[in-house]
């Protein structure tokens, strides 16, 4: 089967909106304030989920996705179900 192309700008864009509000979540508790917090999560999961069941959709898919599709790809990955572990990947293997 082939290695179908990655879309890296529509993935980084997802990993930089994720990461942007967990920044805002993670100052939010450093300064004490916790209220709202749980909405926060969420949002978080589905822009993880949606940067990696999207990561090789192009823009014309994109263009034509359905609110069920949309709302599919906000789903944890199945593929992904069988990685988690206790402890995460050692970052310097991809520097």
């Not at 967990?22 to 209220?35: F, S, T, W």
């Not at 179900?81 to 991809?94: L, V």
Request: aromatic letters at 8%.
């Amino acid at each position: 089967m082939a290695r179908r192309r990655l879309n890296r700008r529509y993935l980084l864009h997802n990993l930089q909106e994720a990461r942007e509000h967990l920044d805002a979540a993670i100052l939010k508790v450093k300064a004490g304030n916790q209220a709202g917090l749980e909405a926060w999560f969420p949002w978080i999961y589905r822009k993880l989920n949606r940067a990696w069941n999207c990561r090789h959709m192009k823009e014309r898919e994109r263009d034509t996705e359905t609110d069920a599709e949309f709302e599919a790809a906000c789903r944890f990955p199945a593929d992904l179900a069988g990685e988690i572990t206790a402890s995460p990947p050692d970052s310097s293997e991809n520097s």
